[in-house]
Nanobody
């Protein structure tokens, strides 16, 4: 059974940095695409970044491009989201997700597995 466990959220001042981790377990993720989404209070869950586990190609939401970086560590079976130059509007619960597909997707409905989420709060 696939399990995704996020960590690394917290409170940070605007302009600061945080790194989120997603520990993935339950099977080989070679044929998977991993994603990060976020959901602010009263808003829909929105796409942040995605990365193909094997090929390594990536895609970012325009709102985070140049500030966030998605990466993965084969040995640790972990996906990371490095977040720099954080803004108040980045405040949300961040979710790690996995899709049984090799092509990238910004659509949350294409993802099959989700973590429990980790809160990121950016104070202005």
């Amino acid at each position: 059974q696939v399990q995704l466990v996020e960590s690394g959220g917290g409170l940070v001042q605007a302009g600061g940095s945080l790194t989120l981790s997603c520990a993935a377990s339950g099977r080989s993720f070679r044929s998977y695409t991993m994603g990060w989404f976020r959901q602010a209070p009263g808003k829909e869950r929105e796409f942040v970044a995605t990365k193909n586990w094997s090929a390594g190609n990536t895609k970012y939401a325009d709102s985070v491009k140049g500030r966030f970086t998605i990466s993965r560590d084969y040995t640790q079976n972990t996906v990371y989201l490095q977040m720099n130059s954080l803004k108040a509007e980045d405040t949300a619960v961040y979710y790690c997700s996995a899709a049984v597909r090799t092509s990238l997707s910004e659509n949350k409905n294409d993802y099959d597995y989700w973590g429990q989420g980790t809160q990121v709060t950016v104070s202005s």
